[in-house]
Nanobody
Framework: QVQLQESGPGLVKPAQTLSLTCTVS??????????WFWIRQPPGKGLEWMGA???????YYSPSLKSRTSISRDTSKNQFTLQLISMTPEDTAVYYC??????WGQGILVTVSS
């Protein structure tokens, strides 16, 4: 069974860049036809899709976050990474990495505060 695990800082200052890594085990991120997503959930709000990277390395972003978001991968480590620039308190959320078949990481709470 594929497992996903998010890692990164739990606290970020305003204007800084967030970098989160999703480490995948039990399967390869280059396996044909798999898409890998980042989503987030601010406190008390619904889920927000942020973007995706495909098995071939193509990327897709939410229009509302596209100017601030970058998703990349390291196939040698079987990881994919989210970068979100110019963080504000409104970016405080639990961030999840997900495989398109419904496998989820446990999530990581990121708080933006000075």
């Amino acid at each position: 069974q594929v497992q996903l695990q998010e890692s990164g800082p739990g606290l970020v200052k305003p204007a800084q860049t967030l970098s989160l890594t999703c480490t995948v085990s039990g399967g390869s991120i280059t396996t044909n036809d798999y898409y890998w997503f980042w989503i987030r959930q601010p406190p008390g709000k619904g889920l927000e899709w942020m973007g995706a990277i495909t098995y071939s390395g193509s990327t897709y972003y939410s229009p509302s976050l596209k100017s601030r978001t970058s998703i990349s991968r390291d196939t040698s480590k079987n990881q994919f990474t989210l970068q979100l620039i110019s963080m504000t308190p409104e970016d405080t959320a639990v961030y999840y990495c997900i495989r398109d078949n419904g496998d989820w990481g446990q999530g990581i709470l990121v708080t933006v505060s000075s």
